[in-house]
């Protein structure tokens, strides 16, 4: 799996860009706020989502981490696929879209073009208990808790991007980790994935 591409930007459109890397171009599907922060740059890094299907294989590109922990998010969400979540992101800002998220607003989503009504409240009701706030650097914050380690918080934000409610993985990862307290946070997944 690729994790990011850094490289000179060889082609950039407000829908694609082509990173060259090590002689290989990789063209990458981006949102108008990556776009945005791609302009009049010339070597980049960009974090990238695979999507490997029988007749196509699509790399999505983004400016950072958070980005695209919201458009995983997003396809997570029945009904929402790659091309749904990439015109959310264009249309809305990672601010502006979990304050939607947060404070329910259907009106919002449904303004984004190919959203209606039913996808756009599944969106709220899916993602709501999966985005809390966000800190000044951008990054997706689980509510404290102060019985989590590092290991815990890591573990319970790997199986809410799994599509796990945040409050049940919380209690079940507590529980792993006062067991087994040196256990590595593979294992604390393993087990909870089993416990879930």
Sequence with gaps: MIDYIKGDVAELTPANVTIECGGVGYQMNISLNTYGALNNKQSVKLYVHEVIREDAYILFGFMDKHERELFLLLISVSGVGPGTARV?????SAKELENVIATENVTVLQSVKGIGAKTAQRIIVDLKDKIKFTDESGTIQLPAKADLSE????AVSALVMLGFVQ????????KIIRESPSMPVEGVIKEALKRL
């Design 88 to 92: 959310i992101l264009s249309s809305l």
């Design 151 to 154: 290991t815990g918080h890591a």
């Design 167 to 174: 409050t049940a993985s919380q209690k079940v990862v507590s």
